[in-house]
């Protein structure tokens, strides 16, 4: 057999642990909280057929010719105008990159960015896949404490101090995956600050932050941002669909164009028929109120996610209340292995994700992730009535 000689970047084998936890999860007799998917009953289908009859008609040859880079002006705009209404961050056209997933931000912001053997400070614990894209360019990590209101800023400043190799700091500030947090405006003020006192750049994140069930709004650390420093990106996938591949970045006009240097590379440019489908799906709709719709029912299901936590859970056991997001952060004390734990739920016929891929350094034992935004309202109280017997056990063994 061919032994394949594969550059650094390409992670050892054995590594995919989460892709081997949702395929142990997806047992169709397994109630599985692992996953991370957004409620397909909430996929505007129609209208956004609608969008796409009409871009045939009006745009088709265009919708098919290869396109710009940058991306279709039309949603780059879209972008602009929204990024501005919802985040009160200004931005010019040519601030705006259209990325293919915002998966392809932290992509281009990692390669453009991320030197071997540079720092990369990130919440503990934080987005996985973060991990993986910073990991695959050298990166080391270090991770920054984190309480109820998000990352702790006297921590952060700590850690620039004891790493001066740092370059970026990577924050998903609302609703966090994986624990549901949301950072307060004060630290998003300091956050900003402190990119600007110690020269490095802040990646924020904003994945979940239209998704608010509860609570006030907070705005973007980007909003705070006097210096360029901070480079925000954001997506399509939770408000409308993750399939359409769309997502965004908006940062300094320099940045912007080198990152598209950079895009050219990996993919010339982002899907031209989602990128006309979508500008044309936000003329024609009222987006604001179906954002409303998703928002409702993710709140709906987190208040019977702790319904059920409060009633089937060890005590003991803590958990985050998010207010807004797809996920929740469970902490079990007393647990020392927590893959071990999961295997142990399987046997309940109930699923989560464990947190140690979640971390960059030191794993907090006993901690796992659990979604609602695709748990059906009947299967919740089942699922967590079985996770509470299953840790039950596991506490008192
Ligand atoms: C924190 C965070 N960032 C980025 C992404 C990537 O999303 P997409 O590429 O679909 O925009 C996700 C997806 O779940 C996420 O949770």
Redesign the pocket.
């Known amino acids: 057999m061919t032994q394949f000689k594969y550059s650094k970047r390409v992670p050892a084998d054995g590594t995919d642990a989460v892709g081997a936890i949702l395929q142990a999860a997806a047992d169709p007799k397994i109630i599985s909280f692992a996953g991370?998917l957004p409620a397909p009953e909430l996929f505007p289908v129609k209208e956004m057929k609608a969008a796409v009859d009409k871009v045939f008609e009006e745009h088709g040859q265009e919708a098919m010719q290869y396109g710009a880079a940058k991306g279709v002006t039309a949603l780059r705009e879209v972008i602009q105008q929204h990024v501005k209404e919802k985040e009160n961050v200004d931005s010019e056209l040519d601030n705006v990159l259209v990325t293919t997933?915002?998966?392809?931000a932290?992509d281009l912001v990692g390669k453009a960015f991320v030197d071997p053997g540079d720092t990369v400070l990130v919440e503990q614990p934080t987005?996985l896949?973060?991990l993986d894209v910073f990991r695959s360019y050298g990166a080391n990590f270090a991770s920054v404490e984190m309480d109820e209101d998000g990352m702790k800023m006297d921590a952060l400043e700590e850690a620039l101090k004891a790493n001066p190799n740092t370059k970026l700091i990577y924050t998903?500030p609302n609703f966090q995956?994986p624990t549901g947090r949301t950072m307060t405006e004060e630290r998003r003020k300091q956050l900003a600050e402190l990119a600007e006192k110690y020269d490095v750049y802040v990646l924020e994140?904003n994945?979940y932050g239209e998704i608010r069930f509860a609570g006030q709004h907070v705005p973007a650390v980007k909003s705070f941002d006097k210096s360029g420093h901070v480079f925000y990106m954001s997506?399509f996938?939770k408000t409308l669909a993750?399939g359409f591949?769309l997502?965004w970045l908006v940062a300094d006009k320099a940045v912007v164009n080198k990152l598209t240097v950079l895009k050219q590379s990996a993919d010339l440019h982002t899907d031209n028929l989602a990128q006309f489908a979508v500008a044309q799906f936000f003329a024609d709709n009222d987006v604001d109120a179906h954002v409303k719709e998703i928002s409702a029912l993710y709140g709906k299901r987190k208040d019977l996610m702790l319904e059920g936590i409060k009633k089937y859970f060890p005590e003991g056991v803590k958990y985050t209340d998010p207010e807004g997001g797809m996920f929740l952060w469970v902490e079990v004390p007393g647990v020392d292995d927590t893959v071990e734990l999961f295997k142990e739920c399987l046997e309940h016929d109930v699923a989560f994700v464990p947190g140690d891929p979640f971390f960059a350094g030191e794993v907090q034992p006993g901690a796992f992730r659990l979604n609602y935004s695709n748990m059906k309202e009947d299967q919740i109280e089942v699922g967590l009535k079985r996770l509470g017997a299953a840790l039950t056990a596991a506490v008192n063994k």
């Open positions: 991370g997933g915002s998966e392809q932290l987005y896949c973060a998903v995956n994140d994945p997506t996938s993750p591949r997502g």
